[in-house]
């Protein structure tokens, strides 16, 4: 015939142009394991349920494995003129096993099989982005416990604010990437309902039995409307919206690393495992796994962005617009990945340096609030009084190229004649951490129950 897969209607093939713009195969290959799954579930539901022999479902069985073999051995031949994975599988299945191949496409349609093909594979995807956050929760947890007294500044407007500990920092992300995971795993949970038996669009007038396909691929029930069912993409949206939140905050935290890393702060060393040379500045150690895990975000939201838009008016059910899909989840899902490996190795790696951390602590009059709050409780000034005085007490050590520790007691009381020795016990960083000891605060303790508190959680 003059075309490939529908000579039936068509007397001429299509244009060259007609076929590249059309064919999917380039990319939709990546989904193979998952049609041949799906192929294989439905040929044992039709043999269960007596639309084909079983004679013919065990031929069909053994035609796929021997094409997913040839897949895996690299030996398949993919043809764009046959479109799309599955087309290029069924083919294939004709060849090897002749005739009852043709028997497989039996109530079902390339529409049912994609949506089936697509959320088996986002599935994958939301299992390894699970296992990838846990193993970064872990890897931060590890820091955090090293850590957990250690002092550094804490930071608004990237201006010292107050002191805060490294295990607390650390533990900041456990709570942004913790939220991922309860993300990731509420949209597995909402995604595992099984499109396949919707046929093109309207369901099937043969007896099928959905309820076995769904159980066979893992699924928790069939999806209960078939024109939702080919038309639903929301499960590669939220698959991209996990996917821009965990990048987003990975983001962040590369972004930290790379100012962390500086030789003007200092507060971390990454390992060379982690880093990269200059091929004309000798001295040069950069952060360029943080500046590209920094980056990936772009992509990653930029293929939300770009998934929404394609299923932004669509009328229901299938168009073909669907399938610009794959390759948006496809890249993002490759990237995300790879900066969550890669930010895992970081952080494990990395040293978070003690002697640094602790005397930028003490820097940028890190321990204003405690002496504001200090005039409060021994004093008992209004707040807002004790902010001014204390503000008085930053500029006069500014104005002396000093930290507030180093002011004397007769200059503190030039300010407010009732400050008395006591003041100095509240300028220290260490003493600044352990007294924020409220739930979630800072102190060394509070931040060791948190760790706890994630460890049984990972449990
Ligand atoms: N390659 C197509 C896709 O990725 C498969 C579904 C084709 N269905 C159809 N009615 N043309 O969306």
């Known amino acids: 015939t003059s075309n490939k897969m529908w000579g039936g209607r068509f007397a001429a093939g299509p244009d060259a142009i007609m076929e590249a713009i059309n064919a999917s195969i380039g990319f939709d290959k990546r989904m193979a394991a998952q049609d041949i799954a799906g192929s294989r579930a439905h040929a044992a539901m039709l043999a269960a349920t007596g639309i084909i022999t079983d004679s013919d479902a065990e031929a069909i069985r053994e035609g796929l494995l021997t094409i997913l073999s040839e897949i895996e051995g690299g030996t398949f031949e993919f043809s764009t003129a046959l479109e799309d994975i599955h087309m290029n599988v069924e083919a294939r299945l004709k060849e090897v096993i002749g005739e009852p191949a043709g028997r497989l496409h039996t109530g079902r349609s390339r529409n049912d099989q994609v949506a089936t093909d697509f959320k088996l594979w986002v599935r994958d995807q939301l299992d390894a982005f699970e296992g990838g956050l846990v193993a970064l929760i872990q890897a931060l947890l590890g820091q955090a416990e090293a850590g957990a007294d250690w002092v550094m500044p804490g930071f608004t407007h990237l201006q010292t604010a107050q002191p805060v500990t490294w295990g607390h920092h650390m533990m900041a992300y456990v709570e942004m990437l913790g939220r991922d995971l309860s993300r990731v795993r509420d949209a597995r949970a909402r995604m595992n309902e099984s499109p396949l038996g919707a046929a093109a669009l309207a369901g099937t007038s043969f007896p099928i039995d959905r309820e076995m396909t769904a159980q066979a691929l893992g699924f928790d029930r069939p999806a209960a409307n078939s024109l939702d069912a080919v038309a639903d993409r929301d499960f590669a949206l939220e698959f991209l919206s996990c996917a821009s939140i965990c990048a987003m905050h990975l983001s962040r935290f590369a972004e930290e690393l790379v100012i962390w890393s500086s030789a003007q702060f200092r507060f971390v060393t990454l390992s060379d495992r982690f880093s990269t040379g200059s091929s004309i500045m000798p001295q040069k150690k950069n952060p360029d796994a943080a500046e590209l895990i920094r980056a990936k975000v772009g992509r990653i939201f930029g293929a939300n962005t770009a998934l929404m838009l394609v299923m932004k008016g669509l009328p229901l059910t299938y168009s073909k617009d669907m399938q610009e899909d794959k390759e948006q989840v496809f890249d993002a899902a490759d990237n995300l990945m790879i900066a969550l490996a890669a930010m895992e190795g970081m952080v494990r790696d990395m040293t978070g340096n003690r002697a640094e951390l602790a005397a930028a602590a003490g820097s940028g009059f890190s321990t ?37 520790p180093d002011l004397t007691l007769a200059q503190m ?47």
């Open 368 to 404: 204003a609030t405690d002496l504001a709050d200090w005039l409060v409780r021994v004093l008992g000034l209004p707040f807002r009084d004790a902010h001014h005085i204390t503000g008085t007490l930053v500029g006069m050590a500014e104005k002396q190229g000093c930290d507030l």
């Open 413 to 459: 009381q030039s300010v407010h004649a009732d400050i008395n020795e006591s003041v100095f016990d509240v300028l220290g960083v260490e003493n600044s951490v352990n007294s924020r000891m409220s739930y979630g605060g800072t102190a060394p303790a509070q931040v060791r129950a948190q760790i706890e508190r994630w460890k049984g959680l990972l449990a």
